[in-house]
């Protein structure tokens, strides 16, 4: 199964959470909570399944009560963002006092 999680194939992550049954929506939400937690360097293929995951079971998942999940990635990923934005700034005063 975490190979099929880590394809980066569009067609085929797509087709996979369409056809996925309702029951099992909560718990892919929550592996790819934890997933992105727990193994950042594979961010980018997780969301490919979290943006399939929303467009065709966001309902489900609200009825459900996953409101907390998905808020657990947001924030995730907000403070990643802000991380990666302090980390450029340096990276270029870096460049400029090793340029000197």
């Not at 369409?18 to 099992?24: A, E, G, V």
């Not at 892919?28 to 934890?34: C, I």
């Not at 450029?88 to 340029?99: E, F, N, Q, T």
């Amino acid at each position: 199964m975490y190979s099929i999680v880590l394809s980066q194939d569009d067609q085929l992550i797509e087709n996979t959470v369409r056809n996925l049954l309702t029951s099992k929506v909560p718990a892919l939400l929550q592996a790819l909570a934890q997933s992105i937690v727990k193994r950042p360097q594979q961010t980018a293929t997780y969301l490919k399944w979290l943006k399939y995951l929303l467009r065709w079971h966001l309902t489900s998942l609200l009825n459900a009560g996953q409101q907390q999940a998905i808020a657990q990635i947001k924030s995730v990923l907000s403070n990643r963002s802000r991380n990666i934005v302090e980390l450029s700034k340096l990276k270029g005063k870096m460049s400029v006092l090793l340029g000197q």
